[in-house]
């Protein structure tokens, strides 16, 4: 009896310390993804901006991951949120441009009668499959994928709690950058702050404000908080330029780096939040932007593009590739900058992946969960896809990028690897590729009744 009697202890702490491991493992993170308005590759410090200051990103990309070969879902921002928030890329997606050609729902942009396509109830969005798995989720600010119908704002697709702005609603639709009036929820607010063009309150704080309430309310639960700001979008707005108010910049450039530093405070706020609560070690922070710079900003002045060819609303680097930053406080080693190739479409089984949540659909993406843990991904030869049906069309494969950035013309053919620049068009040279690319072309665009193709 005596052996026995001293080996129950044993299995008895050996139990406890594998239910204890076990526990760790199971625990699931809090996740942030943290999204900017057409802010370009090189509009960060991090991302080797000599000018705008951004310490706290700079922080997060330190002591996380930082990639430098991410794509967004598309280069303008419907299409690339929709291609977020469903992973898939825009030859699946049911928006594929801000505006469509046929269905949708009419409306005008300013006094010009144009039409929106808004997403589907069947589309399902990372707050679907993160909801279901029990997380609570919210967006903050900017939707952007209803269209204009009321009918397909974040609470109808999947989002438990919402405050920001819709496109559907002609009130509200004043979203740059001292809003006057906000939805929380369903309800249709007056900023009291910002009433009568007064510019009492940014929309970056506006905007941290109402994420740590929802995160104060969340503490206990697991949640997914999408956090989508309007900077650097134009119309440039800020009541302070500071502190570039002395430099040599043009106006609109210190504009433009003065919101971006602003938000960059904000982010700051948010991260201390998660620190005073002890939250930070449990909290995945994503943080990108949804397409390139604009045509707007100060490109040349502050280098936003980083020397890529092309920018927002076009299909080359220029135009879709965007900061990554991935942030797991002591669970991502930090310091690491990764080349390999990501885009938008990966999020949505990324996160299901930590969150241990069922994916009800085929994505366009994969899980990078394994790289993010420092484990060999290989990710070079994968394909990646971008359209806008009908005048613009995008494939990388491997180290080849086929695009096409005007109605009918050929395929431009680029090795990325060499030529990240898009400078030396090899179309000619290589028939055999530009003929590989078009196959996959054809293989990933699926016809969409919104915007009919001749000929589908």
Not at 72 to 79: C, E, L, M, R
Not at 138 to 148: A, E, P, S, Y
Not at 333 to 339: A, E, L, R
């Amino acid at each position: 009896m005596k052996p026995l009697i001293k080996t129950v202890p044993a299995l008895v702490g050996l139990s406890f310390f594998s239910l204890a491991h076990a526990q760790q493992e199971n625990k699931r993170p809090n996740i942030i993804f943290i999204l900017a308005d057409d802010m370009g590759y090189g509009d960060l410090s991090c991302y080797g901006n000599k000018v705008v200051k951004t310490p706290n990103i700079d922080k997060l990309a330190s002591e996380g991951m930082r990639f430098t070969n991410c794509y967004a879902g598309s280069a303008i921002s419907s299409p690339s949120r929709c291609s977020l928030l469903t992973g898939k890329h825009t030859g699946h997606t049911t928006i594929r441009d801000n505006f469509c050609k046929a269905g949708g729902l009419p409306g005008l942009k300013g006094t010009t009668p144009i039409r929106r396509m808004h997403l589907l109830p069947n589309d399902t969005t990372i707050a679907t499959v993160l909801g279901a798995a029990g997380y609570r989720t919210c967006l903050v600010n900017k939707w952007h994928q209803d269209g204009f119908n009321p009918g397909a704002g974040p609470l109808d697709r999947g989002f438990d709690e919402f405050y920001g702005w819709l496109i559907s609603t002609e009130n509200s639709n004043t979203p740059y950058y001292y809003p006057a009036l906000r939805f929380y929820n369903r309800d249709l607010k007056v900023i009291p702050e910002n009433e009568n063009n007064k510019h009492g309150i940014h929309d970056s704080d506006l905007s941290v404000n109402e994420s740590i309430d929802f995160i104060g309310r969340n503490k206990n639960n697991p949640f997914f908080l999408y956090l989508a700001f309007d900077v650097p979008h134009e119309p440039y707005s800020i009541n302070s330029i500071e502190p570039y108010s002395s430099m040599p910049l043009s106006e609109t450039a210190k504009l433009y780096a003065a919101l971006i530093t602003h938000t960059d405070e904000a982010i700051g706020r948010l991260i201390d939040y998660l620190d005073k609560n002890n939250m930070r070690d449990n909290t995945i922070i994503i943080f990108a932007s949804d397409n390139g710079g604009a045509v707007q900003a100060p490109l040349e002045e502050l280098n936003c593009n980083a020397g890529y060819r092309g920018r927002k609303g076009i299909l080359y680097e220029g135009g879709i590739k965007v900061p990554f930053i991935v942030n797991y406080y002591k669970h991502i080693k930090g310091g690491q900058t990764k080349s390999n190739i990501i885009y938008f479409p990966d999020v949505m089984p990324t996160l299901a992946d930590y969150a241990k949540a069922k994916l009800p659909q085929k994505t366009d993406g994969i899980s990078i969960r394994p790289l993010l843990n420092g484990k060999d991904q290989n990710t070079a030869n994968r394909i990646l896809y971008w359209e806008f049906p009908g005048n613009q069309v995008a494939v990388r494969k491997g180290d080849w990028k086929a695009v096409s950035v005007t109605k009918n013309s050929k395929l431009e053919l680029y090795n990325i690897a060499n030529d990240p620049y898009e400078k030396t068009n090899l179309a000619d040279k290589h028939p055999e590729i530009v003929s590989d690319l078009e196959k996959e072309i054809k293989k990933a665009h699926v016809p969409s009744p919104n915007w009919p193709v001749k000929g589908e």
